[in-house]
């Protein structure tokens, strides 16, 4: 049972519908909450992984870079990552994660609650993507004068955070 948990975490990065449906098997199957909290995190985490691999090689690959994925996972995985359906594999994982959130967010995961590691997630997924609007940010420019993010919409703008803990 200890083992099971993070191995399912460990498949995160390893593209593919036969990864995938293993972490949806070990959600439904496993008899220990927190196996399967771990499993449906995973297991949305798995899929946005599969959307961000498929976003890089459609971009184009280097025949150097495109042989080192060959390698890594295969032939088969990568040419079904070049397939893949981008909307349904989101749609797919935000319904994991939101699962997390309602039925094991309370577990402890490596990094405070799974529910917690799942809104972050989420919150990632529905509000920081490219083409969403970006979430409103206050503050004060070097010179003490109040603005708004949402006050340069429109124009080119750089975030530039730092700060001197």
């Known amino acids: 049972r200890e083992q099971l948990g993070p191995l399912c975490q460990g498949l995160v990065h390893y593209p ?14 496993s008899p220990h909450a927190i196996v399967r909290g771990d499993s449906c995190f995973a297991l949305g985490m798995q899929l946005c992984s599969t959307v961000e691999m498929q976003a890089t090689v459609s971009a184009g690959l280097a025949p150097e870079e495109r042989e080192q ?32 959130t309602t039925e094991f967010g309370a577990l402890e995961g490596r990094g405070g609650t799974l529910g917690d590691m799942a809104k972050g997630k989420l919150f990632e997924l529905r ?27 429109g124009k080119v703008v750089v975030l530039d955070f730092w700060g001197n803990w």
Do not use: M, N
């Open 127 to 153: 509000t920081l993507a490219i083409g969403k609007l970006a979430p409103e940010i206050e503050g004060e420019d070097i010179e003490g004068v109040p603005f708004k993010l949402s006050d340069y919409r």
């Open 16 to 29: 593919g519908a036969k990864v995938a449906g293993f972490l949806a098997r070990v959600v439904e199957k």
């Open 69 to 100: 994925y060959v390698d890594y996972f295969g032939a088969e995985v990568l040419a079904e990552v070049e397939k893949v359906d981008k909307a349904s594999l989101l749609v797919q994982a935000e319904r994991a994660l939101e699962r997390v």
